[in-house]
């Protein structure tokens, strides 16, 4: 199994400015994974992180704006950048481990 | 485009009740169909279900799938509050890029009311 610590649990931002999100894995896994949940949606990819090379992203979402960051086998960060409103949402980390996903707590970002 | 279809969206019951959620997918190299439960922040998994007619429970809830129809069900009964909740669904996929990926359904947001 796997055990993810995802920081902070929330936040409120002001437009304009960037957030960084952690989450820490407490075994070394190879891929990690940032989904975004919009209020009354369902999760979203939004990349996947593997250590020692770039992310890939999913449709619809840039690097410049969820930079994100995976300097070895247990750690990620995700950086929503230049925020807005509309930017306003859960973000999750996850992990698989063998056949199991595994979620950190999540986020809960608003931007105002 | 891979997709993941979940009916109903939400559904209100009474504690007792025994409920189905289906899930049905059109996904490129199917890997596995997973179930959640997703109750604040972040889902609990549930099942992991990789084979067609094997049924996997776990106390009350119970699920299979039927990979030649493209469909998975999870089964409910003798509901109880604590169970209200939104139940994903979820396709994993292997891309082009030999990464599996996951494809989340919209869910079914199910409230129990005593």
């Known amino acids: 199994s796997a055990v993810i610590s995802q920081k902070p649990s929330r936040d409120i931002c002001q437009r304009g400015t960037s957030l960084t999100i952690q989450c820490q894995v407490d075994s070394q896994v190879t891929m990690m994974f940032w989904y975004r949940q919009q209020p009354g949606q369902s999760l979203t990819l939004i990349a996947t992180a593997n250590q020692g090379s770039e992310a890939t992203y999913e449709s619809g979402f840039v690097i410049d704006k969820f930079p994100i960051s995976r300097p070895n086998l247990t750690f990620s960060t995700l950086t929503v950048s230049n925020m807005s409103p509309e930017d306003s949402s859960i973000y999750l980390c996850?992990?698989?481990?063998?056949?199991?996903?595994?979620f950190g707590q999540g986020t809960r970002l608003t931007v105002v | 485009e891979d997709k993941v279809v979940q009916s109903p969206l939400s559904l209100v019951v009474h504690e007792g009740d025994t409920v189905t959620l289906n899930c049905s997918y059109e996904v490129t190299n199917f890997r596995s169909l997973l179930w959640y439960k997703q109750e604040k922040k972040a889902p609990t998994f549930l099942f992991m279900l990789?084979?067609?007619?094997i049924e996997k429970k776990s106390g009350r809830l119970s699920s299979i799938l039927d990979k030649k129809e493209l469909f998975s069900i999870l089964n409910i009964t003798a509901t109880q509050t604590g169970d209200s909740a939104i139940y994903l669904c979820a396709v994993e996929a292997r891309t082009e890029t030999s990464y599996d990926k996951v494809i989340f359904g919209p869910g079914t947001s199910l409230s129990v009311i005593p």
């Open positions: 990789t084979s067609s007619g």
């Open positions: 996850s992990t698989r481990v063998n056949t199991e996903a595994f």
